[in-house]
């Protein structure tokens, strides 16, 4: 990473929304899976129920699992791994590229599942609902196993060395 290349963060609100759609996304391909009708999908912040404020949310009619309350989680794991994948198997020569490539698909899914991990120890959001519907140490396993995953995957992706080195 340059120093220039911290200039992307000028753009996180359009990351936060890219991370809040693909979150809501995996609720919502979930929750339809198991039969549920989507009735409102929201990617943007907002005010929803109860005067609470949401950087997104989906609602839908119908029984589902944990299986839907986890999915984002799943999801960031999925998603991580095609980042890891497509910044070191491809020769990506538009550093612009190649550092919104990083944020999107591999930044994003850890802070997404670190920020909800460690809110969800503490208030009720889909980690602490998650802690209820399941054994909590397999939820409390699956998330260090990620971050480790997630450690790994920034280890081999860093010393890989991949990033463009002409400017642009």
Same mark, same amino acid.
Request: proline share 4%.
């Given at each position: ?55 997104? !949310? ?14 984002? !989680?799943?999801?960031? *794991? ?51 609902? *998650? *802690? ?37």
């Amino acid at each position: 990473m340059k120093r220039k290349d911290l200039l992307w963060l000028l753009f996180f609100p359009v990351y936060l929304i890219l991370g809040t759609l693909r979150h809501e996304g995996f609720h919502a391909l979930a929750a339809a899976a198991e039969g549920a009708e989507i009735q409102k999908f929201v990617f943007w912040p907002s005010i929803g129920a109860g005067d609470k404020f949401y950087f997104g !949310y989906v609602s839908w009619q119908g029984a589902t699992t944990w299986v839907t309350t986890a999915a984002p !989680y799943v999801g960031d *794991l999925l998603t991580f791994v095609m980042g890891v994948l497509i910044c070191t198997s491809f020769k990506i020569q538009r550093r612009g590229l190649w550092v919104n490539i990083l944020i999107i698909t591999m930044l994003s899914p850890l802070l997404n599942s670190a920020y909800n991990y460690g809110a969800g120890l503490r208030s009720m959001n889909d980690i602490g609902s *998650l *802690l209820q519907m399941l054994n909590p140490f397999v939820v409390h396993l699956y998330f260090a196993l990620t971050m480790a995953l997630y450690g790994s995957g920034f280890w081999f992706f860093f010393r890989k060395n991949t990033a463009p080195h002409r400017p642009t």
